[in-house]
């Protein structure tokens, strides 16, 4: 049990001992329960199986270098969660509920909680299902709020690298005026595939265009898209993205650099001129991105046109710079003067 390896830890599905449960029925959430049952008894006709009526949240807290424990921006989570489980027609936990149950299951999962000094953290997933037995298309008032967590490694190990991304032109991520912008596990079912292609190909990342056009850059599968121009920070403003906390928190923290940030449509051609590219969310903060390149179609080999941004491998300073401000905050290292700490 306390053999984990906490400096070769991925990103896994990690089973942990406790998950925290609250179950919405006749009007209100049950008082949550921590149990060591990781298994969800849901009926065959549940929503969520037929339907995915179903959303989730990632967010980290970390062992600082006092030691004490923080999470991050769980406030802004917490808020995220309320906006898609609005969208879905779904219950919500309240804000209070939401902490108060992400606090729980660090507190039962201490022993996964990473030391200070390995760039690793635990990870927490709460999730919203809709599990009433049903076959008409109605929104239902009954659901389960999980959350689950696991001990994860900074993605890198030591070292950030950079990565390839692929534009594929045959595959669009979200409808205009669909949705894009929400959390919902039903956004990723249509990624899986041109996942595994991409990944056979050697990309890291796809990048999905704003799926009217084909004209603009949307974002990358399950994280944000943001280019370094100059002394500009600039992140696609579009309805189908979703609204990364990660971004949002790189935006302040280039204004606290000095730099300029732009919020605004980002035509595909304009790639060809940043300096440096990254995709950014909770589980890696930042990926570095080596190259773009197009593609009609992600099946074939051709490649319609490429966009270098620096040799593989390679991080540009800028992205540097931003991912050791933000993780610094994180373990506690440096100074945090947002309040984005939240201590347990
Ligand atoms: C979760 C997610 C992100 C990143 O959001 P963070 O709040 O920064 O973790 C970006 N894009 C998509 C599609 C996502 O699901």
């Not at 549940?46 to 990632?58: D, K, N, P, R, T």
């Not at 906006?83 to 309240?94: E, I, K, Y």
């Not at 004209?215 to 990364?244: A, M, R």
């Not at 491998?313 to 994180?330: C, D, F, K, P």
Request: proline share 6%; aromatic share 14%; charged share 20%.
């Amino acid at each position: 049990m306390n053999s984990i390896n906490w400096d070769t830890l991925g990103f896994d599905a990690y089973r942990t001992r406790t998950v925290i449960i609250s179950h919405f029925k006749d009007g209100e959430w049950s008082p949550f329960e921590a149990t060591e049952n990781f298994s969800l008894t849901l009926d065959p006709f549940a929503q969520v199986l037929h339907y995915a009526i179903s959303c989730f949240e990632g967010l980290k807290a970390f062992r600082q270098k006092d030691g004490s424990i923080a999470i991050f921006r769980p406030d802004q989570n917490a808020a995220r969660l309320k906006r898609t489980a609005d969208f879905l027609g779904m219950p919500c936990p309240s804000q209070e509920l939401f902490l108060q149950m992400c606090e729980a299951c660090i507190k039962n999962n201490l022993e996964f909680l990473p030391p200070y000094g390995h760039r690793a953290s635990l990870y927490l997933r709460p999730f919203l299902v809709g599990v009433h037995p049903q076959m008409q298309l109605t929104p239902y008032p009954e659901a389960f709020f999980v959350v689950l967590c696991a001990p994860v490694g900074s993605y890198y190990g030591q070292h950030m690298k950079s990565r390839a991304a692929v534009i594929p032109g045959n595959y669009d991520r979200a409808a205009p005026k669909g949705s894009g912008s929400y959390k919902i596990g039903a956004n990723y079912a249509g990624t899986f595939k041109p996942y595994q292609i991409a990944h056979n190909q050697g990309y890291a990342e796809l990048l999905y265009l704003n799926s009217a056009t084909h004209q603009f850059v949307d974002e990358f599968g399950s994280s944000n898209f943001f280019g370094i121009k100059g002394n500009k920070y600039i992140t696609p403003l579009s309805d189908s993205v979703l609204p990364s906390i990660t971004n949002k928190t790189l935006q302040e923290v280039a204004a606290e650099f000095g730099m300029e940030v732009e919020k605004r449509p980002v035509p595909v051609e304009e790639l060809a001129e940043f300096d440096e590219v990254g995709a950014c969310g909770t589980a890696v903060v930042i990926i570095p991105i080596s190259h773009i390149d197009r593609k009609v179609r992600l099946e074939e080999a051709e490649i319609a046109q490429s966009y270098r941004f620096c040799p593989d491998g390679e991080v540009g300073a800028a992205s540097m710079r931003l991912y050791n401000r933000i993780t610094g905050i994180q373990f506690g290292e440096q100074e945090d003067p947002y309040g984005w700490c939240y201590y347990i």
